[in-house]
Antibody, heavy 125, light 107 residues
Framework: QITVKESGPTLVKPTQTLTLTCTFS??????????VGWIRQPPGKALEWLAL???????RYSPSLKNRLSITKDTSKNQVVLTVTNMDPVDTATYYC?????????????????WGQGTMVTVSS | EIVLTQSPATLSLSPGERATLSCRAS??????LAWYQQRPGQAPRLLIY???YRPTGIPARFSGSGSGTDFTLTISSLEPEDSAVYYC?????????FGQGTKLEIK
């Protein structure tokens, strides 16, 4: 059974750096095809993909936030860490991590099949 | 960046009715499209992947169709628990985007 869970601060000040940790179980991030992604959702708004790290260490970022994001993995600890620099009140959101499942080896078609419960982060002075 | 446009924004139907939700991509995504359900206060749940495949445990009343730029999520006979926001999501050039969502209300 795959589970993922987010952890991190609930409140950060403007200009600070946010560090979120995704701790997972039931899979290994060294298994071919596996990935862990981060998605956020401002209150009352739509989902926004932020970043994803793959089993082979490849990293992908949202073009609009690329300069502020960093995603890393610690395979031995079963953790993925997302950092977001220069936080602003507009970054207030629930941040989700999710397991990426590849369904087609040739096309790499995939989806986020298991999500954490999310962690709400408020940016305010 | 590929933009996904969902319609309608809101849909209000009665139990037992059929719901049809649309997702249109700004350029072809082949069949790399997924649908998620998000009930109030909950995390999203994967309903459909690769445009038309249901994960284990998803009821058969949920079905997906389409390819290229036009996709549809159909709920054949609505249940009260289907009240939620539904999002489509694509991956192209190793970047992911979500639609803005369709809110489905069950009368």
């Amino acid at each position: 059974q795959i589970t993922v869970k987010e952890s991190g601060p609930t409140l950060v000040k403007p200009t600070q750096t946010l560090t979120l940790t995704c701790t997972f179980s039931g899979f290994s991030l060294s298994t071919s095809g596996v990935g862990v992604g981060w998605i956020r959702q401002p209150p009352g708004k739509a989902l926004e993909w932020l970043a994803l790290i793959y089993w082979d260490g490849d990293k992908r970022y949202s073009p609009s936030l690329k300069n502020r994001l960093s995603i890393t993995k610690d395979t031995s600890k079963n953790q993925v860490v997302l950092t977001v620099t220069n936080m602003d009140p507009v970054d207030t959101a629930t941040y989700y991590c999710a397991h990426r499942q590849r369904y087609n080896l040739f096309t790499s078609d995939d989806a986020f099949d298991i999500w954490g419960q999310g962690t709400m982060v408020t940016v305010s002075s | 960046e590929i933009v996904l446009t969902q319609s309608p924004a809101t849909l209000s139907l009665s139990p037992g009715e059929r719901a049809t939700l649309s997702c249109r991509a700004s350029q072809s995504v082949s069949r790399s499209l997924a649908w998620y359900q998000q009930r109030p206060g909950q995390a999203p749940r994967l309903l459909i992947y690769c445009a038309s495949y249901r994960p284990t445990g998803i009821p058969a009343r949920f079905s997906g169709s389409g390819s290229g730029t036009d996709f549809t999520l159909t709920i054949s006979s609505l249940e009260p628990e289907d009240s939620a926001v539904y999002y489509c999501q694509q991956r192209s050039n190793w970047r992911y985007t979500f639609g803005q969502g369709t809110k489905l209300e069950i009368k």
